[in-house]
């Protein structure tokens, strides 16, 4: 059967549809209103208004975070282009699937610095996996498959296709999905096994594991939390895992050791320095995790299971490393080591797990509470203890002190219900995020925790959630401050709180009511609960001001340049706890 | 005062940690990579370079299947063991590149060069000029009363040697096309 002939603009509405997708966020624009006119004329595709380009791709990030799908997004040339941009960055860093197709100046225009024109492949090189820009009609829709390949095989990213005006207008010939060019880009999913089975071999001999997760796991798949679910409990090993990775072990696990890194546990930072095998599992050694690196785990054999060669051996030398998909592996290494006897050294682990107990019991997360005031810490205690039995509660985060608190003290049983901005840390992802991820769980509880500056760049996406009726909550940790920036000033700078201080904000209640939500606001520890019962039953978006501390600091962190084992910790954690200056090294 | 006393300027000051932990043993490497010839291809692997802080001491790119549409960019690069091993991973995995060859370790390779010098002079230094172009085995492409236009292939080192003995012999002008290389053997 010949293929068919259709305009540009179709193939585009077509290629999406046999792609799968129900849901594209967008922002019309001069070059690409043909496409808009195609998606007019169908009811597929659902189209979501959002304010601003950036919302766009934040939302589509919170909607293929939460689905497990590629988020797809559709804006004009020039400034539509560019100010997607941002959001681009965050997904090629968090390793979020995304296809960004934008409008582009007519081809005979391209060069003519036309109106609205931008070089927007060239812009957008380096922060999308790939991209294209489509001169020809007849190439378009394979081109589109072909992105959709890229952007969901390997390690996910985002990708981006340039379509120029004239080319959305012209006729040419649809290549439909499964005749697309897809095959030479094919990374490499089946991990070595002569190296699994050396990763066994340690398995066995270890006194002191520890498994360390990152957003790999949950890129891989319901079937790669199944199976670290599984390790986990057929060997015993404690787990602990990056910002990224939350939830792919369930927080009430017998073995979770709490997030590592820079704001992570104590117990799992220190399990981290002194452990004798490290087995990491889809992360990347990224420096909010190692701390100094000539200092890290200096005693540990090191094995690392990633899709990706060029994050083997780019920041930690590893001594077992395996090249595949987290999935793939993790069930050859249970085969394997199931074969081999499911042996460990009960005895060694048995020790390591009453280190790992007095760890705990200094309690890392104590803080002072207050009667009058709304500590952060407890505000968040509190969120979870409402809404933690909710199977369909989904947290999106803005960036800061909140989002490390949120990672602290909210315990996530389920992957793909934590969505937060990691490697490129955007302010401002987390209401548009919250946007997409309601938009693909209509009926879910989506709370945004959210710091008061962060929110304010994105809070243009209140209307978008206002047009579609989407019960967002935004749990607004407002202290008046940047607070991740004044502490670093507070502690590092001699407390000059250089331009770290929020002036001239709304009035978050009446702001609010401007977008048709609703606002509620609560200052008094005694009223948080009710308060944010009346969130959580509200049929409708809400913004929650919520007025707290103003000067808490977010502990325990690792200074920069510091190992695991010098962190500081909050005034009252363990017995020797610290005197007036509010922090030691211990 | 900070609580910490630290030092200012002092990786614990900053928020990165600011020892480069990859020493300063250098390594030159030959990197040739089979790339598919589209569209900002050739932008897209020195992106890679400028982007991430690597060295590119010379670059040279053509399209040597045709019909399948590939070329092979060939690029002299530096930098410690680890960075080099980063940069063949970085190249590896783009979409447009189907192989990264290292020349310099997997085996032996020929390198060549080619380049062009204009010599300009009168009298003797016009005849010493030609005399060791003749022991540089450089071809006369072109020639004047008054200048040459020298033509020789070879190792990069080579035609360094020549320019320099060149240069006190009226050397006003040269291009260079940067190293193409392939390894030895059958293979």
Known sequence: MANKQMTGAEMVVQALIDQGVDTVFGYPGGAVLPIYDEIFQQSKINHILVRHEQGATHAAEGYARSTGKPGVVLVTSGPGATNAVTGMTDALLDSIPMIVLTGQVPTFMIGNDAFQEADTVGITRPCSKHNWLVKDTDQLSDVIHQAFHVATSGRPGPVLIDIPKDVQFAKGTYTPKKEAHTKHYSPKVKGDIERITELAELMEKAERPILYTGGGVINSGDSATALLRELAKETGFPVTSTLMGLGAY??????????????????????????????????????????????????????????????????????????????????????????????????GLAKWSKKIEEWRAKRCLSYKNSETIIKPQYALQRLEALTKDRKDRFITTEVGQHQMWAAQYLGFEEPNHWMTSGGLGTMGYGLPASVGVQVAHPDALVINVAGEASWLMNMQEMGTARQYNLPIKQFILNNERLGMVRQW???????????????????????????????????DPSDLDDAIMEMIKFDGPVVFDCGVEKHENCYPMIPSGAPHNEMLMGEDTGEDAIGSSGAVMV | MSPLKIKKGTSKHSAYDLKDPNG????????????????????????????????????????????????????????????????????????????????????????????????????????????????????????????????????????DAFADLMRPLGLIEQARTGVAALSRGKE
């Open chain 2, 24 to 159: 300063d043993y250098i390594e030159r490497h030959t990197l040739a990579c089979v790339v598919d010839n589209e569209a900002g291809v050739l932008a897209r692997v020195i992106g890679l370079f400028s982007g991430r802080g690597y060295n590119i001491e010379s670059l040279t790119v053509a399209e040597v299947d045709h019909e399948g549409h590939r070329s092979r960019i060939t690029v002299v690069t530096t930098g410690t063991p680890a960075v080099i091993a980063q940069i063949k991973s970085q190249l590896e995995r783009m979409v447009p590149v189907y192989r990264v060859h290292d020349l310099t370790e997997e085996g032996a390779s020929v390198e060549r060069e080619l380049a062009l010098f204009k010599v300009a002079g009168t009298g003797n230094d016009r005849i010493e000029a030609l005399r060791l172009a003749e022991i540089f085995r450089a071809n006369v492409v072109d020639s004047t009363l008054e200048s040459f236009v020298f033509e020789m292939t070879g190792h990069s080192e080579k035609i």
């Open chain 1, 489 to 523: 000033q507070q502690l590092l700078h001699g407390n000059r709180y250089s331009h770290s201080w929020s002036e001239a904000l709304p009035d978050f209640v009446v702001l609010a009511q401007a977008f048709g939500a609703k606002g509620i606001k609560c200052t």
């Open chain 1, 250 to 347: 369930p927080a009430s696990g017998p073995q979770w050791l709490g997030m590592l890194g820079m704001h992570g546990l104590y117990e799992a930072n220190m399990a981290m320095h002194d452990c004798d095998l490290m087995i990491n599992i889809g992360a990347r050694f990224d420096d909010r995790i190692t701390g100094r690196v000539d200092a890290f785990s200096p005693h540990s054999k090191k094995a690392h299971i990633d899709i990706d060669p060029s994050s083997i051996n780019k920041i930690i030398h590893v001594d077992v490393p395996i090249v595949g998909d987290v999935a793939h592996v993790l069930e050859d290494l249970l085969r394997i080591w199931k074969s081999r006897g499911r042996k460990t050294d009960k005895e």
